[in-house]
């Protein structure tokens, strides 16, 4: 969820990116131009550590297509993600990302269908000579979701993203305007379940997703495409809630997560011949489990498979489902992502909820321009299209 610059250099083919593209939005994956987007941007996954990316989500947002919905015949909406700033870098050279995204969901008859549209912006100042002049990097991704539940406790999903980028200087110079468009897809597979158990209801939880598989962005001066920021993810979770009840819901809840994020995006060097080979994603989920040798500036080192993958825990705790609090801790694959603790909280009214989180990042010398502490803040909406009226917790206290 953020841009980084690690400085290295790979070959003359990404030396020659490097040149039109702003670092810090290269290095973050590796070599995708939009790594900024590794990180899931829900208000609730972020501040669980990334932990529930691919877990039931009780929102229209999710990563993985194949989670249904909570309800059927219920139109979710999410706002954008507001946040108290940009997420700025500690460097005058970055002007900060904003971020824009939203997103709707309905599900009927076992199928659920979301929309997600991811918008991110920054500037950034490119030397021309001795004089900055400010260029803008914006990109856009919007995903279409179709998961069916096969059973009451099983279902599958797909999903197809469409990606933009253009870095366009604000004013003429001797620079080009770079523009490149990318399309991939998204398997999920999703199993929720649901028993008793002295008092408490237990739903253990576990989801397998492969997000923005592609051959990535094409650019016609450079030989090899850009990739995406392909993933596989895996994550358990439990969720546990008592059976005594308080204003008609269970009085309280408790949910522990993790996950674990496989990252795509890579560049291979063959120190031998000096090749850099940049594999798609389709053939990165059969081949990406070896390390990956890259060109440091002065030798070649090896980026074990350990190092590849991301770790994320989560602990949410809720009251009468209603007031929900949050608390998680994400971390590993410095080269694609950077560490952080989080902690969140969310009031649902059920027409409408309020969610707010915070982000800590980790101090670390891996990256020489590391984001600051960020505060997000999100509205999720629903709507029932059946007219009916529900039985909400203001209802409750106002004695309807």
């Given at each position: 969820?953020?841009?980084?610059?690690?400085?290295?250099?790979?070959?003359?083919?990404?030396?020659?990116?490097?040149?039109?593209?702003?670092?810090?939005?290269?290095?973050?994956?590796?070599?995708?131009?939009?790594?900024?987007?590794?990180?899931?941007?829900?208000?609730?996954?972020?501040?669980?550590?990334?932990?529930?990316?691919?877990?039931?989500?009780?929102?229209?947002?999710?990563?993985?297509?194949?989670?249904?919905?909570?309800?059927?015949?219920?139109?979710?909406?999410?706002?954008?993600?507001?946040?108290?700033?940009?997420?700025?870098?500690?460097?005058?050279?970055?002007?900060?990302?904003?971020?824009?995204?939203?997103?709707?969901?309905?599900?009927?008859?076992?199928?659920?269908?979301?929309?997600?549209?991811?918008?991110?912006?920054?500037?950034?100042?490119?030397?021309?000579?001795?004089?900055?002049?400010?260029?803008?990097?914006?990109?856009?991704?919007?995903?279409?979701?179709?998961?069916?539940?096969?059973?009451?406790?099983?279902?599958?999903?797909?999903?197809?993203?469409?990606?933009?980028?253009?870095?366009?200087?604000?004013?003429?110079?001797?620079?080009?305007?770079?523009?490149?468009?990318?399309?991939?897809?998204?398997?999920?597979?999703?199993?929720?379940?649901?028993?008793?158990?002295?008092?408490?209801?237990?739903?253990?939880?576990?989801?397998?997703?492969?997000?923005?598989?592609?051959?990535?962005?094409?650019?016609?001066?450079?030989?090899?495409?850009?990739?995406?920021?392909?993933?596989?993810?895996?994550?358990?979770?439990l969720d546990t809630r008592t059976n005594a009840l308080w204003l008609d819901r269970p009085a309280f809840s408790l949910g522990v997560y993790t996950s674990f994020n496989k990252y795509l995006s890579r560049s291979d060097f063959d120190s031998e011949t000096g090749e850099?080979?940049?594999?798609?994603?389709?053939?990165?989920?059969?081949?990406?489990?070896?390390?990956?040798?890259?060109?440091?500036?002065?030798?070649?080192?090896?980026?074990?498979?350990?190092?590849?993958?991301?770790?994320?825990?989560?602990?949410?705790?809720?009251?009468?489902?209603?007031?929900?609090?949050?608390?998680?801790?994400?971390?590993?694959?410095?080269?694609?992502?950077?560490?952080?603790?989080?902690?969140?909280?969310?009031?649902?009214?059920?027409?409408?909820?309020?969610?707010?989180?915070?982000?800590?990042?980790?101090?670390?010398?891996?990256?020489?321009?590391?984001?600051?502490?960020?505060?997000?803040?999100?509205?999720?909406?629903?709507?029932?299209?059946?007219?009916?009226?529900?039985?909400?917790?203001?209802?409750?206290?106002?004695?309807?």
């Amino acid at each position: 969820m953020k841009t980084i610059t690690t400085g290295f250099t790979l070959s003359a083919i990404i030396a020659s990116i490097v040149l039109i593209l702003p670092a810090g939005l290269m290095a973050q994956s590796f070599n995708s131009p939009i790594g900024w987007h590794h990180n899931d941007f829900d208000n609730r996954a972020a501040s669980l550590g990334q932990s529930t990316s691919a877990l039931f989500n009780p929102s229209s947002h999710s990563l993985n297509p194949a989670v249904p919905l909570p309800e059927e015949g219920v139109l979710y909406l999410n706002s954008p993600l507001l946040t108290t700033g940009v997420y700025a870098q500690e460097d005058p050279q970055f002007e900060g990302i904003s971020l824009f995204n939203s997103s709707a969901a309905y599900s009927v008859s076992g199928f659920t269908f979301r929309l997600m549209v991811d918008r991110s912006s920054q500037s950034y100042f490119y030397f021309h000579g001795a004089e900055p002049f400010p260029v803008d990097f914006i990109n856009t991704m919007a995903k279409l979701h179709a998961g069916y539940a096969i059973t009451e406790t099983f279902s599958a999903g797909v999903g197809f993203t469409y990606s933009t980028f253009t870095d366009e200087p604000r004013i003429a110079i001797r620079r080009d305007t770079v523009e490149a468009t990318a399309w991939g897809f998204s398997l999920g597979l999703f199993y929720r379940d649901e028993f008793q158990m002295q008092g408490f209801n237990l739903s253990p939880q576990a989801g397998l997703s492969f997000n923005d598989l592609s051959t990535g962005f094409s650019e016609e001066r450079f030989n090899e495409n850009e990739p995406m920021p392909g993933q596989i993810r895996l994550a358990f979770g439990l969720d546990t809630r008592t059976n005594a009840l308080w204003l008609d819901r269970p009085a309280f809840s408790l949910g522990v997560y993790t996950s674990f994020n496989k990252y795509l995006s890579r560049s291979d060097f063959d120190s031998e011949t000096g090749e850099v080979t940049v594999p798609s994603g389709f053939e990165a989920v059969f081949t990406g489990w070896s390390p990956v040798r890259r060109f440091d500036g002065m030798g070649v080192m090896e980026i074990p498979l350990r190092d590849q993958i991301s770790a994320g825990l989560g602990v949410e705790a809720g009251l009468a489902e209603t007031m929900f609090f949050r608390f998680g801790r994400f971390g590993g694959a410095d080269f694609w992502t950077e560490s952080y603790t989080s902690a969140g909280l969310e009031l649902d009214l059920y027409y409408i909820s309020f969610g707010v989180s915070h982000i800590w990042y980790d101090e670390t010398d891996q990256f020489a321009f590391p984001l600051e502490n960020a505060t997000n803040f999100s509205v999720t909406a629903r709507i029932p299209l059946d007219g009916q009226p529900r039985n909400t917790v203001i209802g409750r206290l106002l004695g309807r």
